[in-house]
């Protein structure tokens, strides 16, 4: 939380165009705020482009440093842009991953306000490797009859559908979240629509022979299951697109299932959602390591921009204590690590907690929770730990979330 306001730097930032042969290049000069997803989007390029032209190995940047910018790729990937429609079950950062882009390079690219989208929304994307076809001169390599692709006989392959998630799929299939992600060699328990996953292949259960004949069931009337639903009560800060991405519904779907007749919802206000509700498995060991570093750091000063020793801002501490734990995760804003996480109704330690609208408008703080109430964190005053029942933080609490 930085509570001082910082001049900002002149537009003039921009500094010199130069020529090389065909080459097109900008150098650029970076002001107050800015990151590379920032810059990014100014020149519609990616964050990776820049960290390879400049031989970056992280995200962080500092005020006034010098950046080259490859106008030619800029020029090159707008012109290989496609449209995403968006499906029942999407979600910014599930369609990030599958073009391998940053949430905040597609909110740049159709100016985006927030995280929140919905069902057949168009959305540009600039993912050239992606969209790159074999020329049809170029003959596709045919495998030959006498080598059949073999097949492990434990496993055969699922396709993943909207509204699947690792936990579903390993209950269908008989297994657990862990022996999913070994048999497919998966970091994370991010999947996307189409996917092919392995999956322990069923046991053929042989049908027994029937001695008599089976009695003819006299005819009823099918029973039609209605779906089960419970209650839902809005708090304060509760969105439709929020409560949605809990149950993993469209807000389209929200609204119908509540007979709805606009997006407007009060607190207090009594929703139906989903009868269940499936939250990302605890890695205790993490939550330990994380926590035990951060308690470590307690008195370090703020520092505005800074994920070192010699002192943190709110985002620059999660960065330093997630990576001392052995997670490897880049530099980002609160709003950053906001898109990188999941909503839990019940935290546990370990878990993220945000805050909005303390020293600009949105998602703007952040801090590790510890359990009863206290939360670790660095301010105004440096690495400390905090109540969240405090007037304070009660007024700017946003909600609970857990990395993926």
């Known amino acids: 939380m930085k509570k001082t306001i910082v001049r900002a730097l002149s537009t003039a930032a921009l500094l010199s165009t130069v020529y090389a042969g065909t080459a097109l290049a900008d150098t650029y000069k970076v002001q107050n705020g800015d990151t590379l ?12 482009e820049i960290k390879t032209a400049n031989g970056l190995k992280s995200d962080f940047l500092s005020v006034n440093q010098m950046l080259k910018i490859n106008v030619a790729n800029k020029i090159t990937q707008s012109s290989q842009s496609t ?6 079950g999407d979600a910014l950062i599930k369609i990030a991953n599958r073009y391998h882009v940053t949430v905040g390079e597609l909110k740049q690219w159709n100016k985006l306000d927030t995280t929140i989208i919905h069902v057949g929304q168009k959305l540009k994307v600039f993912a050239a490797k992606q969209t790159t076809t074999t020329p049809a001169t170029v003959k596709k390599t045919v495998t030959p009859a ?3 692709k073999t097949t492990t006989a434990a496993t055969s392959v699922y396709t993943v559908k909207s509204g699947d998630f690792l936990g579903k799929i390993a209950v269908k299939h008989e297994t657990t979240v862990t022996n999913l992600k070994s048999l497919n060699k998966l970091k994370s328990d991010i999947i996307y629509v ?11 259960v042989p049908t027994p022979v029937k001695t008599t004949p089976p009695k003819t069931p006299a005819p009823t009337t099918p029973v039609v299951k209605q779906p089960v639903t419970t209650e839902y009560v809005v708090k304060s800060g509760d969105t439709l697109g929020m409560i949605a991405g809990r149950y993993q519904l469209s807000v389209k779907e929200l609204i119908e299932l509540n007979q709805l007749s606009s997006d407007r919802i009060y607190v207090g206000q009594k929703l139906k959602v989903p009868g269940t509700k499936t939250e990302p498995t605890v890695d205790t060991a993490l939550a330990a ?11 370090i000063p703020y520092v505005w921009g800074g994920s070192t020793l010699a002192g943190f801002d ?26 990188r996480t999941y909503y839990v109704d019940t935290p546990k330690a370990g878990d993220i907690v945000f805050f909005e609208n303390t020293y600009k408008k949105g998602i703007s703080h952040l801090g590790i929770y510890l359990g009863n109430n206290q939360f670790i964190h660095a301010n105004d005053s440096g690495v400390m730990i905090s109540n969240l029942q405090g007037a304070y933080y009660q007024a700017h609490f946003e909600s609970f979330k857990r990395f993926y």
């Open 194 to 204: 189409g996917q092919k996953l392995s999956v322990p292949a069923k046991k053929a």
């Open 289 to 299: 390591k994380m926590i035990e570093s951060a308690k470590k750091l307690i008195g």
């Open 314 to 339: 709110c985002s620059g501490f999660i960065y330093y204590v997630a990576n001392q734990a052995g997670m490897e995760i880049g530099r980002y804003s609160a709003e950053g690590y906001y898109d």
């Open 83 to 88: 449209t995403y429609t968006v499906v029942k």
């Open 146 to 148: 006498t080598k059949p």
């Open 37 to 48: 997803s920032k810059i990014a989007g100014k020149y519609d390029t990616t964050v990776k």
